[in-house]
């Protein structure tokens, strides 16, 4: 049975990973075709509109997109990986009683992590933010958001969100502007 289980999450784990290596594939496929010239044969008539600045402010949104995408493409492998072996831990008839309870409590915490980073990266997104990163650590609250430097407002709302989502003290929130 237990070998079933095992081989079971093996191929989810291996889904996870196709999974996210086809969503890296589709978005560069998808910025190569955006990055395509015009071959020099085809008429006035048929080529499309000019898009100069627009093509320029995507590419740049591109960008800026690309980081927080990767970040968290990076974030989710590594907490899988540490998911799997957790639930080895669990799952391993030859781990003590004590091992098995540990690994569930840190199974528990990870969840709960995951849980108030999501709720703090959305109500960030509504508080007017175009997007947001947030990796909760047991000594701090790290949130990465876009900004070339950040008023005094924006850092209060900021804190005050982490705050009350991760219930932590405000001396933990480190707060990571990102140039964009």
């Known amino acids: 049975m237990t070998t079933i289980i095992i081989r ?5 784990v ?20 955006d990055n395509v010239e015009l071959p020099a044969s085809i008429t006035d008539s048929q080529a499309p509109a000019p898009t100069v600045t627009i093509v320029a402010q995507e590419q ?8 927080y995408i990767e970040y968290r493409i990076e974030r989710e492998r590594t907490r899988s990986e540490r998911v799997e072996i957790l639930r ?5 008839p030859n ?3 004590q091992m098995r309870q540990e690994a569930q409590q840190k199974l528990i915490k990870i969840s709960d ?9 959305n109500a960030l997104i509504a508080k007017g ?16 958001v876009p900004s070339d430097g950040l008023r005094q407002d924006e850092i209060v709302r900021i804190a005050d969100i982490v705050v009350k989502v991760a219930v932590c003290k405000m001396e933990d929130v480190v707060i990571v502007p990102k140039a964009q």
Do not use: H, R, T
């Open 95 to 97: 781990s003590s009683a």
């Open 14 to 33: 291996f889904g996870v990973v196709l999974l996210c290596i086809s969503f890296v594939w589709l978005g560069v496929k998808m910025y190569l075709l």
């Open 88 to 92: 080895e831990i669990v799952s391993n």
């Open 8 to 12: 079971l999450k093996n191929l989810l």
């Open 60 to 67: 740049a949104q591109k960008q800026k997109d690309d980081f």
């Open 129 to 144: 933010f175009s997007d947001a990163i947030v990796v909760i650590q047991p000594e701090s609250v790290m949130v990465i």
């Open 113 to 121: 992590d995951l849980e108030k980073e999501s709720k703090i990266e």
